[in-house]
């Protein structure tokens, strides 16, 4: 009887062992699925460079054509790093008692380690923050200097962006956090809801458009002249997919079956 005891102890332990190794399994292999279906979405993201890249290069006089690639090129660079130092912290930093406007924990990308998943939603939301900055861009184009655009990148990939995220993201801002009854609510009563950066970083990116076109004015000569422009037509070849990866692929498995709508709203819009 005793020994009938012992073999039934051994397997259920060993049956409590196998449970536990192919629930750290499956655990993996969500979080694998995730951090590529995440790192698809971000290149394609990443990728939107270039089709503004060549909307914008298209959109200047010839002689502005390499100005307007360099200032792209230095928001992706310039952006990243801003992002890296104070961006992230502003953004998604939360503290154990967090307030309202920003956080301020993971500058410089400290204690990524801790969690897996810390990585790829940095590279992901990097790119959304390089996307709010490259907008502008394109709404000053021919009228501002290399080193101003560089210092409104700094400013935008480093505050005005990243706290934004913060009110709408994060969890713990203004527009969206968990009241003491356990309900979603905002500063202002219901709870801020965003679909595919619609709110935050086209808002962001637009509205810092709109005062960089107001504040340089009109392109003078623009519509006057008859200066050669660039046609560059394959622009759309490179915007659309990438705009699949902003809005339809948002996601991870919890709500798998949101994505393929998204994308085909997406495309059709």
Not at 31 to 51: K, N, P, Q, S
Not at 167 to 194: E, H, I, Q, R
Not at 222 to 234: A, V
């Amino acid at each position: 009887m005793a020994t009938l005891q012992a073999q039934v102890t051994a397997a259920a332990k060993t049956n409590t062992d196998l449970l536990k190794l192919l629930t750290d399994a499956q655990a993996n292999y969500n979080e694998c699925l995730d951090t590529i279906w995440m790192l698809l979405a971000a290149l394609l993201v990443f990728f939107m460079h270039a089709g503004f890249s060549l909307l914008e290069a298209g959109s200047v006089r010839f002689k502005n054509a390499q100005n307007i690639l360099a200032k792209n090129l230095l928001t992706v660079c310039l952006g990243f790093l801003c992002w890296y130092t104070f961006g992230w912290a502003f953004a998604y930093g939360v503290s154990d008692d967090p307030g309202r406007f920003a956080g301020f924990k993971q500058m410089f990308m400290d204690k990524t380690w801790d969690t897996q998943s810390t990585f790829r939603n940095w590279f992901f939301q990097g790119a959304f923050c390089a996307t709010a900055a490259t907008i502008v861009s394109g709404a000053v184009a021919e009228r501002i200097q290399l080193k101003g655009f560089a210092i409104f990148t700094m400013v935008m990939t480093t505050w005005i962006y990243p706290v934004v995220v913060y009110w709408g993201w994060s969890g713990s801002g203004l527009l969206w956090y968990t009241s003491k009854a356990g309900k979603s609510v905002s500063f202002l009563g219901p709870a801020y809801k965003d679909f595919a950066g619609s709110g935050i970083v086209h808002m962001v990116g637009g509205v810092g458009a709109l005062c960089g076109a107001l504040t340089v004015g009109p392109r003078k000569g623009r519509f006057t002249t008859n200066e050669d422009f660039l046609r560059i037509t394959s622009r759309s070849v490179f915007l659309e997919p990438s705009a699949c990866g902003l809005d339809g692929m948002d996601s991870t498995q919890e709500v798998h079956l949101q994505c393929i709508q998204q994308t085909v709203h997406t495309l059709l819009g």
